[in-house]
């Protein structure tokens, strides 16, 4: 958008997937930097991923807005771009590129994807203005040494305890800053480490209240996981459903798969996902949605399985798209893939949606069973919990065996119990007797 004075605001672009908002993490460029085209200018953070931000305009900077840890709304001004000396309004590098005109998106680089080459990670070497006013012209420019830190994690947690990175010591390759570092300088007794400056209290992560309550803004991805949970509760009638099963097979089964080929292991996650895939294929109403405002219910074609994966950020559920198509090994290096990136947050916000049915294996937390709420649209999510030495009945001698418990929660509006509860004993008869689930693929 150009503007009266000839300069060029860079407004904040559609993220896609209806996100309206997104934080920033850290900007990459100063008042008075000279930028090119697509050079990346900030880093944000939405509820789905952080992303870095390349400009569409080429020219000097001469504001910045918004300051880190600060919500921006999609549409608003981001960065304030003038053209160099001798360059016109219509210098074809100083306009978006088709696909940006378009919102197609692609303006955004998902952190760690790769693009752009190691040069968009450049750390400049003077902070940026919190506000959102260009820099004084006869004034000196202010300059400090830009503290040493990669991973975008690291920056919200010191943001988050009101820790100035540039007061810590990195204890990295080349003096990094570490998460561990953070940790350790947020414990130490003496640490009285000034918080960052010009940060509007309503953002920072960890607020003390005057009688010593810590007030948590719910902003980003925990606002998202609240909106999207609370959603699901409001519309959808849900019913969980569970039952104990002998896992001591599927144990068997993964390891003699394991022995035969140990160059390409099988994950009990794997062979869970199989199973499912199975269920899905003979219960198809399962593997749905409600459309709402056409009053209908729409059975995908292909089983898009999302995983759900605890991370630093929060609760995600990365999706494998059409893993119905993926054979077990398939399914297992993709989960081992996935479930990694989600962790390290370098999933684009494309891989954490349209999944048409949730797999939970909330058994890594300890925990025997559970009642989980429904990834909003889907139609259901089976849950596992940890496998345990019990008791068991077999073949009418009492024995000790590996169990764990399954539940199943499901949209009553998609199906009754009839179909829930035969899906549920497919997968669970699958667990038991594995040679069953060959059988059926």
């Known amino acids: 958008m150009t503007t009266a004075t000839g300069t060029r605001d860079f407004l904040l672009p559609d993220l896609g997937e209806g996100l309206s908002e997104a934080e920033i993490v850290e900007w990459r460029v100063a008042v008075g930097d000279v930028v090119t085209v697509d050079q990346t200018v900030v880093e944000v953070e939405t509820a789905k991923a952080v992303v870095d931000v390349p400009c569409p305009y080429a020219g000097r900077v001469v504001a910045l807005h918004g300051a880190a840890g600060e919500v921006r709304p999609v549409g608003q001004p981001l ?131 005057a009688d010593g309550d810590v007030v948590i803004p719910l902003t980003g991805i925990r606002k998202a996981i609240a909106d999207k949970l609370s959603r699901s509760r409001r519309e959808i009638p849900e019913v969980t459903i569970w039952v104990d099963v002998d896992a001591t097979g599927l144990l068997a089964t993964r390891a003699a798969i394991n022995a035969a080929t140990p160059d390409a292991p099988v994950s009990i996650l794997a062979l869970l996902a199989r199973i499912c895939l199975s269920g899905l294929r003979r219960y198809p109403q399962l593997n749905a949605h409600v459309d709402t405002e056409g009053q209908r219910i729409v059975q995908s074609a292909g089983v898009h399985l999302g995983i759900a994966a605890q991370t630093d950020r929060g609760l995600v559920v990365p999706v494998l798209r059409d893993a119905q198509r993926l054979t077990t090994r398939e399914l297992a290096a993709a989960l081992a893939e996935t479930t990694a990136a989600a962790r390290a947050g370098t999933l684009p916000p494309a891989r954490l949606t349209g999944g048409t049915f949730t797999l939970n294996n909330y058994g890594v937390f300890g925990v025997d069973g559970s009642t989980p709420i429904i990834n909003h649209p889907e139609a259901a999510l089976l849950g596992v919990g940890r496998i345990v030495d019990k008791p068991w009945v077999v073949d009418g001698q009492l024995a000790v065996r590996k169990v764990t418990q399954l539940s199943l929660t499901f949209d009553h509006r998609v199906c009754d119990g009839g179909v829930a509860g035969g899906f549920l004993r497919h997968v669970a008869d699958c667990v038991e007797q594995p040679a069953l689930l060959v059988a059926n693929v």
């Open 79 to 209: 960065i304030t771009i003038a053209a160099l000396d001798g360059a016109g309004g219509d210098d074809p590098h100083a306009t978006y590129r088709e696909e940006e005109r378009a919102g197609s998106g692609n303006v955004l680089i998902g952190y760690g994807t790769g693009h752009g080459g190691s040069g968009r990670r450049r750390r400049r070497p003077r902070l940026a203005p919190a506000t959102g006013a260009p820099a004084p012209a006869d004034g000196p420019e202010r300059t400090v040494a830009a503290p040493l830190v990669i991973s975008p994690i690291v920056r919200r947690l010191a943001r988050e305890r009101g820790l100035d990175l540039a007061a810590l010591h990195g204890t990295g390759p080349g003096g990094v800053i570490r998460r561990a570092d953070v940790e350790a300088a947020s414990a130490a007794p003496a640490a009285k480490l000034a918080a960052v400056p010009d940060t509007p209290a309503a953002h920072v992560g960890l607020a003390p209240a």
